[in-house]
């Protein structure tokens, strides 16, 4: 199939591009580098530089290359940017959105796959986390994500367009080549890998919270796991495949959390990740992060049941370790 991948020289978009080249798919990459790398798309795989939400570059690219499917991995995502400039993050992820959908529209393509976030459910009031729990977001990150969410299904309702969405718990890991390099890095895992190879001292934020050790818990999956999730996911919205809507439609958008179903403190994953690097970390114990739910843990047993997916890559350790070693090897000069 020949997918389009916005964002795909991001983090999830370049390791998700790996996979679905992996596969046999034939894969074009656009992304406008904003905060991409250009080194993270492999060879084999066009790069086009530019933005979806540039309705005239989307055209172009859509028909050129015969674009069958989009897999919707770019978007703004830095949660304390969207609570201070929540005009970029309506005009990038809901309006650019928007844009997408229509070139999708107009050029003919029904088929897309979109990296939603499970801080489209806010603060949850129980764990494991369903996708029929009530949407509330605390922040313009999540709103404008939810926002987008909507449109696919109306869209799905006017014009049949196939989708799937996934709520994505705490993506984190590396391929071989491809790794997590964000600037500036708000992520636990990065920030606790950084530390140990600077000897730096890193900051956990709150150690006041209803959890067993006073610090939060979240629900880690590989990034690998997760770019195969997205492949099966491309599958699902072929015309014929009745998960994602009846012949001709209308068609609801397929939804499903993407974690492991357990939980890791934050103490825990200093802990690990000073067996994985081999000596201790400085850590400190700092206030608590604006907006941090306690625990975040998904039930992802839909997308067991509606896509055949299973994390393959469940322990901690090894999350951590191959981000690890991704560091090592030089992140690939980023
Ligand atoms: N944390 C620290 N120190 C740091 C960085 C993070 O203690 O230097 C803590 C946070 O306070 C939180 C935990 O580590 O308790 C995880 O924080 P992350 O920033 O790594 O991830 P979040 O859980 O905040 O957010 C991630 C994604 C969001 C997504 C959310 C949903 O970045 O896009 O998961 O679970 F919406």
Not at 125 to 130: C, F, L, M, R
Not at 268 to 277: D, N
């Amino acid at each position: 199939m020949r997918v389009l991948v916005t964002g795909g020289a991001g983090y999830v978009g370049s390791t998700t591009v790996e996979t679905l080249h992996e596969a046999g798919h034939q894969v074009v990459v656009l992304d406008d580098l904003s905060t991409g790398h250009r080194e993270a798309v492999i060879d084999g795989v066009e790069l086009e530089v530019g933005s979806y939400g540039d309705a005239g570059t989307l055209a172009r690219v859509l028909d050129h290359h015969k674009i069958e499917a989009v897999l919707h991995c770019a978007a703004k995502s830095l949660v304390g940017e969207s609570m201070v400039d929540p005009a970029m993050y309506y005009r990038e992820n809901v309006g650019g959105g928007v844009v997408l959908l229509e070139g999708m529209r107009l050029a003919g393509v029904g088929r897309i796959v979109f990296s939603s976030t499970a801080s489209v459910y806010g603060i949850p009031d129980h764990t494991p986390v369903t996708e029929e729990m009530p949407l509330a977001p605390i922040n313009t990150y999540g709103e404008t994500k939810r926002t987008f969410e909507q449109g696919m299904r109306w869209y799905g309702n006017a014009y049949g367009l196939r989708s799937v969405i996934f709520r994505y718990f705490n993506v984190a890991g590396a391929t071989k080549r491809n790794g997590e390099a964000h600037s500036p890095e708000t992520h636990l895992i990065p920030n606790v890998l950084r530390a140990a190879e600077n000897d730096t001292e890193m900051t956990i934020f709150g150690d006041d919270f209803a959890t067993p050790d006073g610090t939060c818990v979240r629900d880690y999956i590989h990034v690998l796991d997760l770019a195969q999730a997205h492949l099966l996911a491309l599958e699902a919205t072929d015309p014929g495949d009745v998960r994602t809507g009846p012949a001709g439609g209308p068609c609801e958008p397929v939804i499903c959390n993407l974690g492991t179903s357990k939980g890791f403190s934050n103490r825990e994953v200093v802990a690990v990740a000073e067996r994985v690097v081999g000596h201790a970390i400085k850590h400190r114990i700092g206030p608590r992060r604006a907006g941090d739910p306690a625990v975040l843990i998904a039930s992802s047993a839909r997308a067991g049941e509606l896509l055949g997916w299973r994390a393959q890559h469940e322990t901690l350790e090894e999350i951590v370790g191959s981000a690890w070693e991704w560091r090592r090897r030089g992140h690939n000069g980023r």
